[in-house]
């Protein structure tokens, strides 16, 4: 079974939101790219974009995500 078939809708959104993050984190925004999301969740390039529209749409998300998490502190 591959990620693909393990990873499916919220679960695989999840998964990319946290390794855009990661890269993010550790390498800065500019080595954040569809692919190596892709890579790092284990999927196919493709399925970055079944799942977001773009990359700043993955981007808004991480945005999103961290700001939930400022406001809670």
């Not at 800065?28 to 284990?42: E, F, I, Y």
Request: glycine share 6%; aromatic share 4%.
């Amino acid at each position: 079974m591959t990620a693909d078939q393990r990873l499916r809708g919220e679960d695989l959104k999840i998964a990319m939101i946290d390794a855009a993050e990661r890269i993010v984190a550790s390498e800065g925004l500019k080595a954040l790219t569809a692919r190596r999301v892709a890579g790092d969740v284990g999927v196919a390039v493709g399925t970055t974009y079944n799942v977001f529209e773009n990359l700043f749409a993955l981007i808004a998300e991480v945005n999103t995500r961290t700001l939930a998490m400022l406001a809670k502190e």
